[in-house]
């Protein structure tokens, strides 16, 4: 098995210039990536710069940060040239790592737009290597960037930040410096490609937590409507675990119970719903979490501030229209 370690930098509309393609808000100007052996020690690089064809022209941003010159990108193959010859040197079941949470939305998108989404199947398992090396080592968020976390090792710093093959080269020197046994555990997965069937559904039990994908619903309340969505189950003993404050909609619009497990305690139950990409479906991420005292109280509050509000609009509603 190996891992392909891997950065885009990307362009995107000069305001007022060309008008915003929806469907592909960042065009991929740079590929870079470093392919891995199973002890993470270095096979290959590949390093390629795309000509753009949606947003021709480079942001002045973009220019700024990676240093990349038009000049360079003009002489550059398009992007579907370069992402088969990136897909086919990352070989046969690539397990991807990357620095945040980003990159591999970008890339399945700008795949769709050039109907070449059949090459890369999802939804993709990966590395998220910031969100490792956070929960590893930064557990309050000192270093966010790519260069902090760099600094935060000592680790040295020959090449210029912000050049697809060189952040690719950083990140996978600080996955070498993070617990193999800890990172086991902590893939995550990408589902820009979410799940259509109920075979599909994804559930991922992690060590403080679960996480559930589900289908596609047409509707919110079809959703919440739905049997498994709702069900709450301990994820440390697999009972099922006893309502204590049944489903609201809370803060952000997402939805919270809390929940009792006879062994394990207090349970909080949150869903987030999310619309495609196509936008017109939808469907569920349930995270169910072990919490203290400290955290029911704070859901109770929670449901407590939204009974308050919905009141309040009520009565303002009736008032305005006694005058
Ligand atoms: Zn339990």
Redesign the pocket.
Same mark, same amino acid.
């Given at each position: 098995m190996n891992y392909v370690v891997v950065d885009f930098e990307w362009n995107q509309r000069m305001f007022g210039k060309t008008p915003a393609d929806n469907r592909i808000p960042f065009e991929i100007i740079e590929i870079g990536a470093v392919l891995l052996d199973e002890d993470l020690n270095e096979i290959d690089r590949f390093s390629q710069t795309c000509k753009p064809k949606i947003y021709k022209k480079l942001h002045y941003k973009t220019k700024e940060i990676t240093g990349i010159s038009q000049k360079e990108l003009s002489g550059s193959d398009t992007f579907p040239y370069v992402v088969v010859d990136f897909l086919l040197w990352c070989g046969d079941d690539p397990v991807f790592c990357t620095w945040g949470n980003g990159d591999l939305v970008e890339l399945q998108r700008n795949l769709k737009y050039y109907h070449l989404d059949d090459l890369l199947e999802g939804p993709i398992t990966y590395y998220n290597v910031q969100k490792m090396f956070r929960l590893q080592f930064d557990p309050e968020h000192k270093a966010e960037s790519l260069e902090a976390a760099t600094d935060f090792f000592r680790l040295p710093k020959k090449e210029p930040f912000h050049r697809a093959v060189n952040d690719a080269a950083y990140t996978a020197e600080i996955l070498r410096q993070l617990d193999p046994k800890l990172c086991e555990r902590q893939y995550s997965v990408d589902y820009y490609q979410n799940p259509k069937t109920k075979e599909e559904e994804i559930h991922l039990v992690y060590d403080d937590y679960y996480k559930y994908i589900s289908r596609e619903f047409s509707s919110r309340e079809e959703l919440m409507a739905d049997r498994e969505v709702r069900s709450v189950r @301990?994820f440390? @003993?697999? &009972?099922t675990?006893r309502k204590k404050l049944n489903w609201f909609v809370g803060k952000g619009k997402s939805c919270y119970c809390l929940c009792e @497990? &006879?062994?394990?305690g207090n349970i909080r139950g949150k869903i987030r719903i999310k619309t495609t990409d196509a936008g017109n479906r939808m469907f569920a991420i349930k995270t169910i979490r072990l919490i203290d005292e400290e955290g029911a109280d704070k859901i109770r509050e929670m449901k407590q501030e939204v009974i308050e509000k919905r009141w309040e609009r009520r009565h303002r509603g009736s008032a305005a229209r006694e005058q």
């Amino acid at each position: 098995m190996n891992y392909v370690v891997v950065d885009f930098e990307w362009n995107q509309r000069m305001f007022g210039k060309t008008p915003a393609d929806n469907r592909i808000p960042f065009e991929i100007i740079e590929i870079g990536a470093v392919l891995l052996d199973e002890d993470l020690n270095e096979i290959d690089r590949f390093s390629q710069t795309c000509k753009p064809k949606i947003y021709k022209k480079l942001h002045y941003k973009t220019k700024e940060i990676t240093g990349i010159s038009q000049k360079e990108l003009s002489g550059s193959d398009t992007f579907p040239y370069v992402v088969v010859d990136f897909l086919l040197w990352c070989g046969d079941d690539p397990v991807f790592c990357t620095w945040g949470n980003g990159d591999l939305v970008e890339l399945q998108r700008n795949l769709k737009y050039y109907h070449l989404d059949d090459l890369l199947e999802g939804p993709i398992t990966y590395y998220n290597v910031q969100k490792m090396f956070r929960l590893q080592f930064d557990p309050e968020h000192k270093a966010e960037s790519l260069e902090a976390a760099t600094d935060f090792f000592r680790l040295p710093k020959k090449e210029p930040f912000h050049r697809a093959v060189n952040d690719a080269a950083y990140t996978a020197e600080i996955l070498r410096q993070l617990d193999p046994k800890l990172c086991e555990r902590q893939y995550s997965v990408d589902y820009y490609q979410n799940p259509k069937t109920k075979e599909e559904e994804i559930h991922l039990v992690y060590d403080d937590y679960y996480k559930y994908i589900s289908r596609e619903f047409s509707s919110r309340e079809e959703l919440m409507a739905d049997r498994e969505v709702r069900s709450v189950r @301990c994820f440390k @003993c697999g &009972r099922t675990a006893r309502k204590k404050l049944n489903w609201f909609v809370g803060k952000g619009k997402s939805c919270y119970c809390l929940c009792e @497990c &006879r062994e394990h305690g207090n349970i909080r139950g949150k869903i987030r719903i999310k619309t495609t990409d196509a936008g017109n479906r939808m469907f569920a991420i349930k995270t169910i979490r072990l919490i203290d005292e400290e955290g029911a109280d704070k859901i109770r509050e929670m449901k407590q501030e939204v009974i308050e509000k919905r009141w309040e609009r009520r009565h303002r509603g009736s008032a305005a229209r006694e005058q």
